[in-house]
């Protein structure tokens, strides 16, 4: 079955580190997505891209990184710049036309 | 700028109850619009969606109805269950633009 497949599922960081969350799909979707979730708040996006090596940042860019090498992988960097990255980060990509597919998500804590 | 205004939580009701979540929207162009539903710990799932004015959205008992004229996309359902426990987001996206624009969310709590 096509999806898209996040991991880890749970991820520690300490003070200062660099973290990458992964994020890779199989629907042969041109378009991905990075949104973070905080407790009782709706979606803000960080990063997308519509094709492979290209992206452009959304709204909350500040403190990530993002590489678009192939068109299934889409990887987030959490840098030591994100002055609070404790929250829950969704991946998602899209064909023209049609919503998004999630992924299952990666809950990202500060240790 | 495009935007969507979704009706405040928590909403708690009870088994079997008529659930109705308000979503309005602002935008531009001609937007297609979503519903995504959310449970604990997981990410999103696409409940249904409406393309065009007039278009109804419907799956699993939940039910749309795009509505030009007053630029609303509420959520209904005829009779909730304790599964339907959950976070539920409505979301537009401009014809041509592949980016969606979410609401804040509302989290459903159903008692048995």
């Known amino acids: 079955d096509g999806g898209i497949t996040q991991s880890p599922k749970y991820l520690f960081r300490k003070e200062g580190q660099n973290v990458t969350l992964s994020c890779e799909q199989n629907?042969?979707?041109?378009?991905m997505y990075w949104y973070r979730q905080d407790p009782g708040q709706g979606l803000r996006l960080i990063y997308y891209?519509?094709?492979?090596?290209?992206?452009q940042k959304g709204d909350i860019a500040e403190g990530y990184s993002v590489s678009r090498e192939k068109k299934e992988s889409f990887p987030l960097t959490v840098t030591s710049a994100q002055k609070n990255p404790t929250a829950f980060y969704l991946c998602?990509?899209?064909?023209?036309?049609?919503?998004?597919?999630f992924g299952s998500g990666t809950r990202l804590t500060v240790v | 700028g495009d935007s969507v205004t979704q009706m405040e939580g928590p909403v708690t009701l009870s088994e079997e109850a008529f659930l109705t979540i308000n979503c309005t929207y602002t935008?531009?162009?001609?937007?297609?619009l979503f519903w995504y539903v959310q449970y604990p710990g997981e990410g999103l799932q696409l409940l249904l969606k409406?393309?065009?004015?007039?278009d109804k959205g419907s799956n699993k008992g939940f039910e749309a109805t795009y509505r030009k004229e007053t630029t609303s996309f509420h959520l209904e359902k005829g009779s909730v269950q304790v599964s339907d426990s959950a976070v539920y987001f409505c979301?537009?996206?401009?014809?041509?633009?592949?980016?969606?624009?979410f609401g804040q969310g509302t989290r459903l709590t159903i008692n048995p």
């Open positions: 891209s519509q094709i492979v090596n290209d992206f």
């Open positions: 998602a990509s899209s064909i023209q036309g049609t919503g998004y597919t």
């Open positions: 935008a531009t162009g001609y937007p297609s």
């Open positions: 629907l042969n979707h041109d378009a």
């Open positions: 409406a393309t065009k004015a007039d």
């Open positions: 979301a537009l996206n401009i014809q041509g633009a592949q980016k969606l624009v």
